[in-house]
């Protein structure tokens, strides 16, 4: 089966493993008219990068997207655009262990059981990288949203035990971790010290709002916004645990507290005195902030010494060798908020057609 | 846009209002030659009714389902089976306060705003009624597991802070919270004693196993099997958060521990010597077993009063009157599984097509 | 695999087999505050029922249409609407013979390869009952096209070699062939009386229309908007043939010919100077009449003797007893509005975000 | 809207115009372990490239796909396998007229009245340069169908009135027009030569043959073999209409004609005496030859003189410049056979889910 398309009207198709020529994405359903260059979606991108850290200048040569299609005169045409991030590392090298061996927290078992065989060169499809084709069309989901005056905000929101206690927005770019609170930010980078010290990794969890939203986006029953959402958020790999607005703390309180009651504000406007919730009531947004969380597993790529098994049934003890990110989190934040503004941008388009009158609005002459 | 219609090969379309003539389900590409009968799918529609426990006969004339197509001589034939429940409860009456009414922490404000109008009668759409399609379509799909050696268990895990401490599953069917620890059963009910006294309600967490589901289901990228789960179980109202395996749990842990190793069974299998990853690596199942979690938030029909708005925009304090279950869980522990269930029956059918050798062993002359 | 849903946000799924409890079809995607009720939907029932003619009154009693969900207060709400019309006839009779055999022209035979069995009770699901889902759901989409002034009309333009010469809208409603030339009907109405004679049948030639469509519906490539009537065309059981525009006739002409010029006309709007391309240029309307036609087969149930095969292998001649219209055309008609319809309705929904200036409309405050 | 996906399981999402960077397709769904390689496709669109012919080498330069990923040690992984042919004239150049005319016959009008621009070089996403992506998904389509004893065949049928009148499968790719009859090739050579000195040009109809197929393939009601066959075959730029076996024949046929009697073969399978039904029964393949015709409209593009209109409103006389094929139809022989083999192989993989019998083979343990 497929598996590699997401969206009903605004819809991607993403491909590319991590050691083959190129990793891309195919943005169908994007509507005509949306200004749009290549550095806009390489903004994004730069947020994945390895290596990456606000007071380094970014490699300037690695990831760099280019734009195939669907874009004619600074301006999307409404045909598919079509993004690709050439590979830069396809050398030929002796995998060893790698190829034999199913890395423990790695999808190496799964796959050869799925598909009888699997690319072993550095994860192939389950690969990290393949978030490059998220992050690239979630950048064009991103400026369609900004157009109509809807902001997303992505950031980390703890590592390890480290949560963040204050919310500082311009922080956030301020730190390598992305996280909103300098103090936690620091504590953090000292666990990961830690971490590393001890061949060991992190996990931690990532929040992500949107501002700016309408009420009535999402549909009743299995297209809810908020299943939007835990599909596309959970479809992140190492993503074990997702949230909307107090989450499995909802679990914890009591009908009264966790209402979010409603007032009228000074413009005569309804709104909710609280956001519980986290912007979406029955599966609709209802223009509060919609708030997520993510809960991120730690690497599962350590160089510590872990049992497992080889293809052809031996046990053995492996331990991966290289460079791997003490935690995935601070880069895994820009695909939070690429993934978000996917089920967004859909959400908008098939909300179109939910009365009669917005029928109307365009359609009659 | 639609919304209503869940699965690729195993497609279910529900429909149907808390007030309207009835309630059902269309069950599309359940495979052919699966003995079924009213009965099967009744038994798990009497699990979600109102007024249950396991101690009083069932009202045996509620919520009785029908089949109206797709069953000949006993056996599904392939073609569409749809299920009808007739509501019980039409009467046309005085909703007052509630049609004009926004019910906090309920749809019927984001339902205006997205339609410009809505049915107020009982919720609606938005009403927990809806889950009776899902359930009934569940039913088929637990079948359908069961018949290729795959068990589901859904159950109570904690209402409020009483988390069950024990597992024993014979219990599970044994108290009327569904949970399998009769000591922190008997403490949720006290809990509950104490909501209701109060005019409140509570919430609480639902978790989930599935046993003997194959390796190899669930497919790279958008569908992954948790990413499907994750929009499965997210789709059923008062969800707010959902985990597989360790869930938030994992972004505290460390890699070392996180990880479940491999090894060699007695038998010369593979198989994980743990399983924080609750059955899903790389978004495919591994082969051990199947754990989610869902939390669910407070009933938000309570009787005390609550500040909210009418939908002319005026400031009004609302109490909502007649009888309402002080938590949903118990109830919802069904729809969980049915959800769970829908899902992999739809990985089982889309999966059979991921190697050349399966389609050999179907369509080889 | 499923098969009975259709459309991407104006989705419909239909169930039933000829002979169950009853026939019916769940609307999902219809807009809210779109008046109906329904007799809107039994007019166009009535069209496609058996023994129909303007001259008789139909059988008040039969395939009566009931409205489950999804209307309120007289007008839809945007959730599922769900269509029922309960099967009269549902004895248990000897079905002798063809329980047993293969019919020649029918789906007895694949459906056995397909599903291992059949419901073989008046054709199960492959029916001609199976286009009453159709057939209620056109009329809802029929409604929606109304209200934004698009008109639709479908007419037996041939039958054998019977084809009309001129056309007469009001004439199409006054004889039971529903062709717009009243000789040809008389002429055909012979032929029909000869086909009955000789223990055969005949075919024909369905064509529609559409006008007031705006330019602009469709989508490149595979969603053309000719794509998606191919497929609601050649999905209505007994069609062999579709053409848009000139088709075939297109395939004899010269590209200087076929070419339809555009022009200015007196309200300086742009217009095709002819219309051989039907309405459609690359797969979107161009603002001129749709118009299609599809080739209708045989009647397969004739009562002249066939040679057939039993399914347990044996040869044998089959003659088909009972009452068997001589001619499907004139109950198709409306079916071929219905589908034409239904996609046109999805075609206008999602062609709401084919330009970002039309988002802005809708969604900017 | 989206557009340019097709397919269930077997799933293609092609990109790109006539001349922006490079055409491309992403086929994902295909089963893992097929053995893959570039010339496997590059033999496809060499059928469909411009100035071919069976006497002249082939540019070797032009229209080289490049496998970019899903493909490792020669076989395919069961991920995305992207294809990417870079386009060879970017040059931005004076396109004058093109740029502010409605070409008649062509797709400009619509395009500008759907997005409110479009990318007028040449054709941009309308362009034949489109097919492409078809031809090169087609290609592992075929591959996939071969394996598994399905043969594909494709011709052309006629040019305008010139028609086959004998059939030599070898013959058809001794001619440039792959006509299978080699006197109804060299009159219509002729003819072509005729057009050519008038400025004007020709359609014709192509025929595709399928052989091999198992019954059982396609599905009830809207996703019949012939209903995913129609969309799949309009859909194709040019073509204008479409007949499964005899077509609009049929509709001047008789039932007792018509109609394929079954008899029992000398293997004792059952089988059908004739053919007119193309191999379809009921939406279901029967397990005899596929057969398939479309017609397609003359080359729009001519150098006579058309009236038609600038996209300010001016009337204007249009003469279509530089090098255009007098004839569509040989060049799109090879984009209908791949169509065909997409269908194909999307049924056969959503076809396996049809019997309970065919999971137990598969996932029974």
Same mark, same amino acid.
């Given at each position: 089966?497929?598996?590699?398309?997401?969206g009903?009207?605004?819809k991607?198709?993403?491909?590319?493993?991590?050691?083959?020529?190129?990793?891309?994405?195919?943005?169908d359903?994007?509507?005509?008219?949306?200004?749009?260059?290549?550095?806009?979606?390489q903004?994004?991108?730069?947020?994945?990068?390895?290596?990456?850290?606000?007071?380094?200048t970014?490699?300037?040569?690695?990831?760099?997207?280019?734009?195939?299609? !669907? $874009?004619?005169q600074?301006r999307t045409? @409404?045909? =598919?655009?079509s *993004?690709l991030? %050439?590979?830069? #590392?396809?050398?030929?090298r002796?995998?060893?262990?790698?190829?034999?061996?199913?890395r423990?927290?790695h999808?190496?078992?799964?796959?050869?059981?799925?598909?009888?065989f699997r690319?072993y060169?550095?994860?192939?499809?389950?690969?990290?990288?393949e978030?490059?084709?998220?992050?690239?069309?979630?950048?064009?989901?991103?400026?369609?949203?900004?157009?109509?005056?809807?902001?997303?905000?992505?950031?980390?929101?703890?590592?390890g035990?480290?949560?963040?206690?204050?919310?500082d927005?311009?922080?956030?770019?301020?730190?390598?971790l992305?996280?909103?609170?300098?103090?936690a930010?620091?504590?953090?980078?000292?666990?990961?010290q830690?971490?590393?010290?001890?061949c060991?990794?992190a996990? !931690? $969890?990532?929040?992500?709002?949107?501002? @700016?939203? =309408?009420?009535? *986006?999402?549909? %009743?029953?299995? #297209?809810?916004?908020?299943?939007?959402?835990?599909?596309?958020?959970?479809?992140?790999?190492?993503?074990?645990?997702?949230e909307?607005?107090?989450?499995?703390?909802?679990?914890l309180?009591?009908?009264?507290?966790?209402?979010?009651?409603?007032?009228?504000?000074?413009?005569?406007?309804v709104?909710?005195?609280?956001?519980?919730?986290?912007?979406i009531?029955?599966?609709?947004?209802?223009?509060?902030t919609?708030?997520?969380?993510?809960?991120v597993?730690?690497?599962?790529?350590?160089?510590?010494?872990?049992?497992?098994?080889?293809?052809?049934?031996?046990?053995k003890?492996l331990?991966?060798?290289?460079?791997?990110?003490?935690?995935?989190?601070?880069r895994?934040?820009?695909?939070?908020?690429?993934?978000?503004?996917?089920?967004?941008?859909?959400?908008?388009?098939?909300?179109?057609?939910?009365?009669?009158?917005?029928?109307?609005?365009?359609?009659?002459?």
């Open positions: 089966m497929a598996g590699s398309t997401f009903t009207l605004f991607i198709t993403t491909w590319g493993e991590s050691h083959g020529k190129a990793i891309g994405v195919v943005v359903g994007c509507p005509a008219g949306l200004a749009l260059c290549e550095e806009d979606i903004l994004y991108l730069n947020r994945r990068k390895p290596g990456q850290s606000r007071f380094t970014a490699r300037s040569e690695a990831d760099q997207v280019q734009i195939l299609s !669907g $874009v004619f600074g045409t @409404g045909t =598919p655009i *993004l991030v %050439p590979n830069q #590392d396809q050398r030929s002796d995998y060893g262990d790698l190829a034999a061996c199913y423990p927290g999808a190496d078992y799964t796959y050869d059981q799925k598909y009888g690319d060169r550095g994860g192939g499809r389950s690969s990290g990288r978030t490059i084709g998220r992050v690239a069309a979630g950048a064009i989901a991103c400026r369609l949203l900004s157009q109509l005056g809807i902001t997303l905000n992505a950031y980390t929101w703890s590592i035990a480290v949560t963040c206690s204050s919310y927005q311009d922080e956030i770019f301020r730190n390598p992305y996280m909103p609170d300098a103090d930010a620091r504590r953090a980078q000292e666990l990961l830690g971490c590393m010290s001890r060991d990794s996990g !931690g $969890v990532i929040e992500c709002r949107a501002q @700016g939203l =309408p009420a009535g *986006l999402g549909d %009743p029953v299995f #297209d809810k916004l908020d299943a939007r959402l835990g599909q596309a958020i959970f479809s992140i790999g190492a993503v074990k645990g997702v909307i607005g107090d989450g499995f703390g909802a679990a309180s009591c009908g009264t507290a966790n209402n979010d009651d409603f007032r009228v504000n000074l413009k005569g406007q709104e909710k005195c609280s956001n519980h919730a986290g912007g009531l029955g599966g609709i947004s209802d223009g509060s919609l708030i997520l969380r993510a809960a597993k730690p690497t599962p790529s350590v160089a510590a010494d872990q049992p497992t098994v080889t293809s052809d049934g031996q046990e003890m331990s991966i060798k290289g460079r791997h990110d003490p935690v995935i989190v601070p895994a934040v820009v695909v939070v908020e690429a993934m978000t503004a996917l089920v967004l941008a859909d959400a908008l388009l098939t909300g179109m057609g939910a009365r009669m009158e917005y029928l109307e609005k365009i359609w009659k002459k």
